[in-house]
């Protein structure tokens, strides 16, 4: 039901399909702190702020589903103190979460494998998990996520069922995002353009949308700039006519 095309059509969206995911990967926050003479941690805060704001104004413009690229495989290379710091805000936001203390609020889902946080912060998002599954907006947040990792997760889920080959869908159904849709719409802040192992099979038709704005700056007209570039792609997923 969640993820049926929605007949109200969310604003901007033009002559396309309406817009069931959006995907961002929220870039920038270390440029934003080093440019004010801050601490990386302080650009991390800010980009939380950032985070909240964008998902709120997301569920203002009713897209159904969210994923932000929070936390990559490739995240764990960065200094201790600075992994720990990103950790603390994650926290923070779940514990928030969870005691109901946020105006708006969506159906929280992590992607990304989860077994190496504290046992703590696991059980946290399992409770985080919990409570929110009520809410009819959705939010993945991809922590210790790696997109080609998503890939190899869901071929050995698949050969430890006993599959000696595997389809399209099959390879779809065990991914972390399992029975959701695709990204229509990648966002990247921050200048660079490229996806960084982020959705990495679950990208192969979405459209791309890249802003130099650093993350922590990033507004809900931003967001309405990216909604409104994607009203005016035509989708053609391979074939003559775009779909409607
Ligand atoms: C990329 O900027 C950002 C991250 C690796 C961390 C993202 C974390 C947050 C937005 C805050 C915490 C999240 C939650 C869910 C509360 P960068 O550090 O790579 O920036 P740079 O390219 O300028 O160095």
Known sequence: ??????????VLNGENPPLRHLGIIMDGNG????????MREAGHRSGAEAFKRVVEHCIDRDIALVTVYAFSTENWKRPQSEVEGIIRLLVEYLE???AGGREKNSRVRFIGDRSRFSPEVQALMREAEEKSAHYPHSLNVALNYGGRADVVQAVNKLIAEGKREVSEEDISNALYTTGQPDPDLIIRTGGEM????FLTWQSAYSELWFTPKLWPDITGEDIDEALAFYA????RFGDVAPKK
Not at 1 to 10: A, I, V
Not at 194 to 197: G, Q, Y
């Open 1 to 10: 039901m969640l993820f049926k095309r929605q007949k109200k059509s969310n």
């Open 232 to 235: 005016t792609r035509q989708r």
């Open 31 to 38: 440029r934003w702190a080093t440019k004010r003479g801050l």
């Open 96 to 98: 928030e979460g969870i």
């Open 194 to 197: 490229r996806l960084s192992n």
